[in-house]
């Protein structure tokens, strides 16, 4: 008759029957040496084999979408367009505004058919345009600029030439009166191929408008003053003050009959900035093949994938690294609970 689990195992843990000396050596030694079961090292070598057998495989996959997408993209790349020609007017402020006008042919008579902004003959404006033009003959066409504007009864304000042994460059402002500005700037266009071209207009009338009135306010002021110090019974006192006054009434008169002057005056003179050069135009850059353009393409996707892999491998290696270290420890922990287990026997 057998006995009950419970007085079994109360019996055991009262006894507490010992391993033999032999049985100890053998499990020590069977724990010392453990060799890798045959069934495991089939997965590794099946591993082992996919790895170099990936890697070329990723690679070679690698350089066909380079190549591919690289073949694509200069296929479909768009066909590159030539520049418009750029804005070169531009009218600001004022009640003659004008919109930007194309120059395309660069020609005086593009420009007289209104390629120049005209000025305003009912308005008061502050003109200014700027010529970059490209001449052969630079000195030559420095004085023939110059002969303009004393023709056109303009001033030169600065001048600065200079000229080397291969190419020069000439910067000229001058001071045209305001009525022959369109003519003068149809003539200057003559002088050689017009690179750039820009005009600009600023409505002075409202600021010529608001000093008048000032103006005629301290005329009114002066006569009222006069007619009272032209009474005879006007004490001393009160005539000193009244002097005084009309004093300070006659200067700010003079101060601003001054400032009028000289702004209608400044508008009466359009200012043109001519830059002559004689160097050349720049060569258009060479169109790139499809050779080049492919080539161009696979090197950006191969790029691409080159910064993949390194992400991958920055976020990866610390991870795996971290499931190799819990690995280790997990089986050196069991080792040594096995270790206690035997060593308690």
Not at 158 to 170: H, L, M
Not at 199 to 209: E, K, L
């Amino acid at each position: 008759m057998s006995l009950p689990d419970s007085i079994l195992a109360a019996e055991l843990r009262v006894a507490r029957p010992g391993a033999s000396p032999e049985l100890r050596a053998r499990v020590l030694e069977l724990a010392a040496w453990e060799p890798e079961p045959a069934r495991r090292r089939l997965p590794e070598l099946r591993l082992r084999r996919t790895a170099l057998l990936l890697a070329p495989a990723a690679l070679v996959a690698g350089l066909s979408v380079a190549v591919a997408g690289g073949i694509f993209g200069a296929s479909s790349s768009p066909t590159t367009r030539a520049a418009p020609a750029p804005q070169v007017l531009r009218a600001v402020g004022g009640a003659d505004r004008a919109a930007p006008v194309e120059n395309k042919a660069f020609t005086p008579s593009a420009a007289a058919h209104g390629a120049a902004v005209a000025p305003s003959r009912t308005r008061a404006q502050q003109y200014e345009a700027e010529l970059r033009l490209r001449v052969r003959d630079l000195s030559r066409m420095t004085k023939r600029a110059l002969q303009l504007t004393r023709g056109f009864g303009g001033y030169v304000r600065s001048v600065d030439y200079g000229s080397g042994t291969e190419a020069g460059t000439a910067a000229l402002v001058v001071r045209i009166p305001v009525g022959s500005v369109q003519a003068a700037i149809v003539r200057f266009s003559a002088l050689g191929a017009i690179v750039e071209q820009h005009v600009s207009i600023r409505d002075v009338q409202p600021v010529i408008d608001a000093r008048f009135r000032q103006l005629q306010a301290l005329r009114k002021g002066i006569a009222t003053l006069q007619q009272r110090l032209a009474d005879p019974k006007l004490a001393a006192a009160e005539r000193r003050l009244l002097q005084a006054r009309l004093a300070e009434a006659r200067a700010r008169l003079v101060a601003l009959q001054r400032e009028q002057a000289q702004v209608q005056k400044r508008a009466s003179f359009a200012t043109v900035s001519l830059s002559l050069t004689s160097r050349r135009a720049a060569a258009a850059p060479a169109r790139p093949g499809r050779v080049e353009r492919a080539l161009d393409h696979a090197g950006s996707i191969l790029l691409h994938e080159f910064v993949v892999l390194v992400y991958v491998a920055v976020v990866g290696v610390p991870l795996l690294a971290l499931a190799l270290l819990l690995a280790g420890g997990e089986r050196m922990r069991r080792r040594r609970a096995t270790e206690r287990l035997l060593a308690s026997r």
